[in-house]
């Protein structure tokens, strides 16, 4: 897990369990993405919430979700910092 710590001192992350961010405050936890089936069954990772695109064509829903992970990472954890 990826935590930055803004200037400002609010932390940023891609929330997961390894951490109880309780524990440095309290959490404000806001959607970042939505990850949902296309009107063909195949999964997409909409992005537009935080700015991004919508990643298409994934067979899995858990190719869609390490898609979005990985932008997330790429683009919003690290980019806007």
Do not use: N
Not at 21 to 29: S, V, Y
Not at 49 to 63: E, H, M, N, Q, Y
Request: glycine share 8%; hydrophobic share 40%; net charge negative.
């Amino acid at each position: 897990m990826q935590l930055i710590i803004e200037p400002g001192g609010a932390a940023r992350c891609i929330y997961s369990e390894e951490l109880e961010l309780a524990a440095i405050g309290t959490p404000t936890i806001t959607r970042a993405s939505h990850v949902e089936p296309d009107q063909h069954g195949r999964w997409q990772a909409d992005m537009s919430p935080v700015g991004g695109p919508v990643l298409t064509g994934f067979a899995k829903r858990s190719d869609a979700l390490a898609a979005e992970h990985d932008w997330l990472e790429t683009h919003w954890i690290i980019e806007t910092v």
